[in-house]
């Protein structure tokens, strides 16, 4: 059973660091994407970064481009999310999710997939001085 799981998330002051972990378990990482998403509150789920893991293949949402940073650690089956200069309206519930590269409709090379089978509980990010 695909599982993963959050961490790293926690309070922060503006400008300051976080590094958000994303790992799996009950499969290997080098065939799926990871997409990082958040939602802050009264607000819509929001793209963040993606990364096709075994490629290294990575996007960013434009609000993050700079200061996010996605990485993976095929060893350990992981995936980080370093985030920097975070700002006020950084804050939020930070997720990850994953699909596999081989799924109906899904071009390779892409690494926003239709549509995300498996996700993670999410990790709370406050950046508030």
């Known amino acids: 059973q695909l599982q993963l799981v959050e961490s790293g998330g926690g309070l922060v002051q503006p400008g300051g660091s976080l590094r958000l972990s994303c790992e799996a378990s009950?499969?290997?990482?080098?065939?799926?994407?990871i997409g990082w998403f958040r939602q802050a509150p009264g607000r819509e789920r929001e793209e963040v970064s993606c990364?096709?893991?075994?490629?290294?293949?990575?996007e960013y949402a434009d609000s993050v481009k700079g200061r996010f940073t996605v990485s993976r650690d095929l060893a350990k089956n992981m995936v980080y999310l370093q985030m920097n200069g975070l700002k006020p309206e950084d804050t939020a519930v930070y997720y990850c999710?994953?699909?596999?590269?081989?799924?109906?409709?899904?071009?390779?090379?892409?690494?926003?997939?239709?549509?995300?089978?498996?996700w993670g509980q999410g990790t709370q990010v406050t950046v508030s001085s």
């Open positions: 999710a994953t699909e596999f590269f081989g799924i109906p409709r899904f071009p390779p090379g892409d690494c926003w997939p239709p549509s995300f089978s498996s």
């Open positions: 990364i096709r893991v075994g490629e290294g293949r990575t």
């Open positions: 009950g499969f290997t990482l080098d065939q799926y994407v």
